[in-house]
């Protein structure tokens, strides 16, 4: 890859970036609420990109070295890091707003309540998605298919956001959700859902 187009590939990212963030921050903006409650929702948003950039990104290792300009390593494990603190933050804040331990429960059935809190499943998908990670020395290649779990999951919080996210009133940020979740989609069916 020429410099040239490592340059405008890295100028495209940022520009991504800024966008999604913005378009974060004006819905937020539009909807005020009380603080703690801000707070859970700001998580949950910008949980969401991370995991978005952390998928993505994770699936062209090569290339992001490249635009990165250092090891991927050294800029996906923050990045994990902040994701996966910014994904917890939710339901344990929202946990503490609703004076309910039981909203961090998985719910199985009916249909429409599993999709509906399909969030709290994928909590728990992160958690094995990046344990995994942590002990792929010793999973050997194994860790590679239960990583793979955090596109499962990226997608029931898609879902979840979808039916009932009190942001996802946005048109805007309706729009942003699917264009992701298509992203997302293709990647995963570019690159396949199996180990490498």
């Known amino acids: 890859m020429s410099e040239t187009t490592q340059r405008v590939m890295r100028a495209g ?6 966008i999604q963030l913005a378009i974060v921050l004006l819905t937020l903006v539009q909807t005020p609420a009380p603080p703690l409650y801000m707070a859970i929702r700001t998580a949950a948003l910008l949980g969401y990109i991370g995991l978005f950039w952390l998928i993505v990104s994770s699936e062209y290792v090569r290339q992001m070295r490249g635009l990165l300009g250092r090891v991927y390593l050294k800029v996906h494990h923050p990045l994990s890091v902040v994701t996966w603190v910014l994904i917890a933050a939710h339901p344990l804040g929202f946990a503490l707003f609703s004076n309910d331990a039981m909203v961090l429960l998985p719910v199985f059935w009916p249909l429409q309540q599993f999709l509906q809190w399909a969030g709290r499943s994928a909590l728990y998908l992160f958690a094995l998605g990046t344990v995994s990670a942590l002990a792929r020395r010793s999973l050997k290649r194994e860790w590679r298919y ?24 946005s048109p805007l940020l309706k729009a942003l959700w699917l264009v992701m979740a298509v992203v997302v989609l293709a990647v995963a069916l570019h690159k396949g859902l199996g180990a490498r």
């Open 146 to 169: 239960l990583h793979k779990l955090n596109y499962v999951a990226f997608l029931l919080v898609f879902i979840h956001a979808w039916l009932i996210g009190t942001d996802l009133n």
């Open 13 to 18: 990212l940022v520009v991504a970036l800024i």
